[in-house]
């Protein structure tokens, strides 16, 4: 599927991006998909070296203290 240009720019829809689409009746709208905590933490260590434990790195994407 194709995207025109002026509704990416507007919705701020780059390559890779994810978007959901809402479907009512007979009618179908595009809704770019935001992040969840966990996508976020993944970006921020992309490419990091850690010391940290399994637990420790699941409580981190859970966002527990």
């Given at each position: 599927m194709t995207i025109p240009?002026?509704?990416?720019r507007r919705l701020g829809v780059?390559?890779?991006s994810e978007v959901d689409f809402e479907v009512d009746d007979d009618s179908v709208r595009l809704v770019r998909r935001t992040e969840g905590h966990g996508a976020g933490v993944v970006k921020q260590m992309r490419g990091r070296r850690l010391t940290m434990t399994t637990d420790e790195i699941m409580a981190l994407t859970r966002g527990e203290p």
């Open positions: 240009q002026d509704v990416r780059e390559p890779g």
